[in-house]
């Protein structure tokens, strides 16, 4: 080969992928979460119809950060761009599989308010039926009753319909026409499918509309934003000191993305709730949140769970979380803090004396953090009714002090879901005596995955069976023997759909492989795209 067309050949860049190498990971993507795995028997199999809106959310985010990447080292051929796209695709994806179908509690965070006769037509809502595009035309009807003389909407949901341009040149003048009426937008997954581009200019549009408004409420979650996204809202965020309710979830929010939003937003005097689920926020932005929460002084309810948040992020909030002394709902799951950062965590706990709800699993918290955790609830939150810590690798030298909080507890909790631990029979028989005395409200218990044999099994069910109330007990996943299942259908036999299913139980008691759970995290050594994409796949069980 002659040294021109060697030339020519470097000078080719493999950055950034053509529309239609995107579409091809988006099936790619889509294919995955749909096909049966070990990941999906153990957290459920997605819809086809649910899959192919994951995939397109994760390839615009594993998008958005290649791209990120590449912008900072412009003059590589885009080799490590590719390979940065293709990694943060397969992690996306794993957490999409891991955090299984959605379920109804998330479906309903969006609520119809009841309409009563003195206050009719509060709640616009375009967001039911099926996902689709919205043009122009069909833009013009359905946003007539806005138009309507005297009407009192005060809230307005544009979700699960894509804006392009030319439907965005309709709402704008509407919504501004509604200033001084409006205090709850929603403006959740409502750019789907579109290009960047124009993405961003629909972004843009609707937050100059909406700038001044004094809004309560704002929900702009699911848009794969990003630093640019986040940007193209400047004018709406930059106007908001009265926000009670802040929601960013799945919205691609960076390092960079995170600093934007604190930059924006003048005034978080009034928040209660903010969430920030599934990003890939990272320690420094995790640094950047806690800005934000040290100037949230009444906030509720914070959500900052699967965004990949470390021992260094997880003490910065932690330690912010300390202003928040209001706190009722803390839900952090799903990231990397460690023991330190669970200590921390701790001693934050210790002065919340308002929770009702707890969600701190898969924080590789280990015994020393699970414990300080603990033994700080067990000494404020007299009020919790849902506890949850699984799949932090507690062992059953941790169970007398786990079963000490739950006695002193017994009044309040209502869950107790301990799944994917290490508690064997002996801490779950010491749990399970726990659970003998009376407990008033509890309905759910989830010690699945924990390596229960036969004597755990049986004692546990002995504990729960007769309780008032009592709903479900999930022991799934464990080693129980085919003599155990047997007996702890015995103890059910007058309740029977109290006691969970047993499809995965394994009697002969064999350890699981976390390798499956890791291969949709690995590179291959090949820079070319198309290699990285046959590589994206959740690996089935041998």
């Known amino acids: 080969m002659d040294s021109t067309a060697q030339n020519r050949l470097h000078s080719i860049k493999l950055w950034p992928p053509s529309q239609g190498t995107r579409q091809i990971l988006v099936e790619r993507i889509t294919k995955n979460l749909t096909t049966p795995s070990i990941l999906s028997r153990k957290y459920g199999l997605l819809s086809k119809e649910e899959a192919e809106e994951d995939a397109k959310r994760i390839e615009a985010a594993a998008f958005e950060t290649a791209n ?9 051929d885009g080799g490590s761009a590719v390979q940065l796209y293709a990694k943060e695709s397969s992690t996306l994806m794993v957490e999409a599989v891991k955090r299984g179908p959605r379920v109804k509690e998330e479906q309903q965070e969006i609520t119809i308010e009841p309409i009563t006769p003195e206050n009719k037509k509060i709640v616009f809502d375009i967001s039911k039926g099926k996902r689709a595009f919205i043009e122009a035309d069909e833009a013009k009807e359905l946003l007539k009753p806005l138009q309507e003389p005297g009407n009192n909407y005060t809230k307005i949901c544009f979700s699960n319909r894509s804006f392009g341009l030319d439907a965005a040149r309709i709402a704008a003048p509407i919504l501004v026409s509604l200033k001084g009426q409006l205090t709850e937008v929603d403006l959740s997954d409502f750019v789907a499918g579109r290009p960047e581009e124009e993405a961003l200019e629909v972004m843009k549009m609707f937050s100059a509309a909406l700038e001044g408004f004094d809004l309560r409420y704002l929900d702009i979650s ?16 930059s106007s908001q000191s009265n926000l009670e309710e802040l929601y960013l979830k799945n919205d691609g929010i960076s390092e960079e993305a995170a600093k ?27 640094i950047a949140i806690a800005q934000l929460l040290k100037k949230s002084p009444i906030l509720e309810d914070f959500r900052c769970s699967s965004t990949r948040v470390g021992s260094e992020g997880g003490i910065a909030l932690s330690e912010a979380l300390a202003t928040c002394t209001g706190l009722k709902k803390l839900d952090l799951r799903d990231n990397i803090f460690g023991v330190e ?28 953090g699970s414990l300080a955790i603990v033994n700080a609830l067990k000494d404020s939150a007299k009020f919790l009714e849902v506890f949850e810590l699984a799949g932090n690798d507690i062992t059953a030298e941790a169970a007398s002090a786990l079963a000490e909080f739950i006695v002193a507890r017994k009044e309040s909790l209502v869950k107790i879901l301990l799944s994917e631990n290490e508690l064997k029979d002996d801490g779950v028989i010491t749990i399970a005596k726990a659970l003998e005395e009376d407990f008033p409200r509890l309905t759910e218990v989830d010690l699945s995955t924990n390596m229960i044999r036969r004597a755990g099994a049986r004692v546990l069910a002995q504990a729960v069976v007769g309780k008032p109330g009592f709903k479900v007990l999930n022991i799934n996943g464990n080693y129980i023997s085919d003599e155990g299942v047997e007996d702890v259908k015995e103890i059910f036999k007058n309740s029977p759909d109290l006691l969970g299913p047993l499809d995965d139980n394994d009697p002969e008691g064999e350890e699981y492989n976390d390798e499956d759970e890791d291969a949709a995290d690995e590179d291959g050594d090949g820079d070319e795209l198309g290699s990285k994409l046959k590589e994206l796949e959740i690996k089935q069980e041998e």
């Open 68 to 76: 990120q990447h590449f912008e900072k080292e412009p003059d590589g």
């Open 222 to 237: 699911d848009n794969a934003l990003g630093e640019k996204g986040v940007r193209a809202f400047s004018e709406l965020l």
């Open 260 to 286: 934007a939003v604190v930059e924006l937003i003048p005034s978080t005097q009034k928040l209660k709730i903010l969430h920030f689920h599934n990003n890939m926020t990272g320690d420094e932005g995790a």
């Open 341 to 368: 950062a669970g200590v921390a965590l701790s001693k934050t706990v210790s002065l919340l004396t308002n929770l009702t709800e707890i969600y701190l699993s898969y924080l590789n918290l280990e015994n020393e």
